[in-house]
């Protein structure tokens, strides 16, 4: 909007009229509109949590993994592994990763647990795997970037997440 497109009213009051003052704010106001909209539409494909822009699914070596990249912290989240063979699951995870998240439960159960090297491993037998998927499910403790490097038997798998307040 251009000022010389407004009209002046002739009016006998003695006001101090800003047009220029005005448009300014009007053109913020537009501004400012246009952000929410674009925050409401990522928000609904899941910049703030579950959704097409946060699920991150990887394959490798007959190994699926999905998760999600962006997380609310106090909020539990699943990463799921799915296997192509029922043989013996050796799982290695970073302590430093892990230092980021509560873990509340490992599905199915009946694993053994080691600490050694700066990974805490976690060993699946093949008698107890019966659909050969597994689920991590954890709880971001604390807010900003978290990345790990798991290994599944010998093969790796970088993990990255953004977790909000």
Same mark, same amino acid.
């Given at each position: 909007?251009?000022?010389?497109?407004?009209?002046?009213?002739? &009016?006998?009051?003695?006001?101090?009229?800003?047009?220029?003052? @005005?448009?300014?704010?009007?053109?913020?106001?537009?501004?400012?509109?246009?952000?929410?909209?674009?925050?409401?539409?990522?928000?609904?494909?899941?910049?703030?949590?579950?959704?097409? #822009?946060?699920?991150?699914?990887?394959?490798?070596?007959?190994? !699926?993994?999905?998760?999600?990249?962006?997380?609310?912290?106090?909020?539990?989240? $699943? #990463?799921?592994? @799915?296997? $192509?063979?029922?043989?013996?699951?050796?799982?290695?995870?970073?302590?430093?990763?892990?230092?980021?998240?509560?873990?509340?439960?490992?599905?199915? $159960?009946?694993?053994?647990? @080691?600490?050694?090297?700066?990974?805490?491993?976690?060993?699946?037998?093949?008698?107890?795997? !019966?659909?050969?998927?597994?689920?991590?499910?954890?709880?971001?403790?604390?807010?900003?970037?978290?990345?790990?490097?798991?290994?599944? $038997?010998?093969?790796?798998?970088?993990?990255? &997440?953004?977790?909000?307040?």
């Amino acid at each position: 909007m251009k000022a010389d497109r407004i009209g002046k009213v002739k &009016h006998s009051l003695e006001l101090d009229e800003k047009l220029s003052s @005005q448009l300014e704010h009007w053109k913020a106001q537009k501004i400012g509109g246009l952000a929410i909209m674009v925050v409401i539409v990522l928000t609904a494909f899941g910049l703030f949590g579950n959704g097409v #822009v946060s699920s991150k699914k990887v394959e490798k070596a007959g190994i !699926t993994l999905q998760y999600e990249r962006f997380l609310r912290r106090k909020k539990e989240m $699943d #990463v799921r592994w @799915q296997l $192509d063979h029922g043989q013996q699951l050796i799982f290695r995870i970073p302590i430093r990763y892990l230092a980021n998240f509560k873990v509340e439960r490992i599905v199915p $159960d009946g694993y053994e647990t @080691q600490l050694a090297d700066e990974y805490v491993t976690y060993t699946f037998r093949a008698d107890r795997l !019966t659909d050969a998927i597994v689920h991590f499910y954890l709880t971001p403790q604390q807010t900003g970037s978290v990345t790990g490097e798991w290994m599944i $038997d010998t093969t790796r798998f970088q993990i990255k &997440h953004f977790i909000y307040p």
